[in-house]
């Protein structure tokens, strides 16, 4: 069993192959191999140590032949640019996201018309492929049957890739599953080029004693899914079987993993009450029109029964949200911020 992981030094591929060297089985076969693919290799990462990991750093379009040079059983298409760079740089988008997914796919078609095993290629789409268009309004609550008419260049490079997964998936070259990320909150470590990023920012910088700033009105709502529960929606996708049964995936489409819905300003209140007022007064409100534009037209609250199906379940609140991220991740964490949020954990915030 070879798994190769793109974008395998981000923060949810590091993510992905902790939890699959932890088992070091994927469905219950022993993984031999787990290749980590990425543009930028972190020195030193430890797992990039493991006996059973290879990396190949570099552009992907590059390294295909080394990406394929042995069979591939697996593939988690994780890499991609963000929201916000896609907006501001067109050309970067398309060839990050859909020149590099189509490259991705047409290597994996190659090796099953060489004779070899078909791929299981599993893609990282976004909530992002949604939008609220003038003529057509989402609705309410959004599932996968809700028509995406996305509002930015990374939505629409998003939706492109999962019908290229879907065709070539129809026409067997790859058995192909796509999950639909909702913004991922609280992600540790520096800030990114997200339009969402700040749903991180306004948690993870104040609980390290830094400023943050919102850029959207406290009232806005969004779909919001923890470290913990992405990744392991992701993988869930990754090994559920074919066909109608409890736990299987049935049909083509897309999975929408479970979403927390939480408006801004309770997010908010509940940094406060979580690490106390000092904590949350590093947060200032300063609107940014772009931004709001971006974000404010993705979904906020979806049906998450096609992932009930699988097993999954949204947060229970983003309390927990935020005290998982305090618990692995207490290095980043102001002595303050924790003796305030160790002041608090006893008392029902939810």
């Known amino acids: 069993m070879r798994i190769v992981i793109t974008g395998g030094f981000g923060f949810l591929g590091r993510q992905v192959a902790d939890r699959l060297l932890k088992t070091r089985t994927f469905r219950g076969a022993a993984i031999d191999r787990l ?20 990396v190949v750093q570099g552009d992907l379009t590059e390294r295909l032949d080394e990406l394929f040079a042995e069979p591939v059983d697996v593939l988690i298409h994780l ?18 996201n859909l020149d590099t997914t189509r490259a991705l796919l047409e290597a994996a078609r190659a090796q099953s018309a060489a004779g070899g095993p078909t791929p299981r290629v599993v893609f990282s789409s976004s909530v992002a492929v949604y939008g609220s268009d003038p003529a057509l309004p989402l609705p309410p609550v959004v599932s996968e049957s809700t028509l995406p008419t996305p509002r930015s260049s990374y939505g629409t490079q998003k939706l492109v890739c999962e019908q290229l997964v879907a065709e070539y998936t129809r026409r ?18 520096k800030p990114n080029a997200a339009a969402s990023g700040f749903l991180s920012g306004i948690i993870r910088e104040p609980l390290a004693g830094l400023p943050a700033t919102c850029p959207v009105r406290p009232g806005l709502r969004v ?40 408006s801004v300003a309770e997010m908010l209140d509940t940094l406060r009450q979580v690490a106390g007022d000092a904590v949350a007064d590093l947060v200032t409100i300063a609107p ?61 915030i939810d």
Do not use: K
């Open 35 to 54: 290749v980590l693919a990425d543009r930028f290799v972190q020195p030193g990462a430890p797992v990039a140590a493991d006996q059973l990991v290879d």
């Open 172 to 189: 067997g070259f790859v058995d192909g599953r796509v999950a639909r990320l909702m913004t991922v909150s609280v992600r540790p470590g």
């Open 79 to 96: 890499a991609s640019a963000v929201s916000a760079e896609c907006e501001a740089d067109f050309d970067l988008g398309m060839s990050a």
């Open 223 to 262: 779909a919001l899914a923890s470290p913990r529960s992405t990744v392991e929606g992701i993988l869930r996708v990754a090994e559920a079987e074919r066909g109608d049964g409890a736990g299987s995936l049935d049909g083509g489409l897309p999975v929408n993993l479970p979403a927390l819905t939480v």
């Open 288 to 348: 940014d029109r772009d931004v709001e534009a971006i974000v404010g037209s993705w979904p906020a609250v979806f049906d998450n029964a096609r992932a009930a199906a699988l097993g999954l379940e949204p947060d229970a609140s983003f309390a927990s949200v935020v005290r998982d991220y305090l618990t692995d991740h207490a290095d980043a964490v102001t002595a303050g911020a924790s003796l305030a949020a160790g002041a608090t954990g006893s008392a029902p």
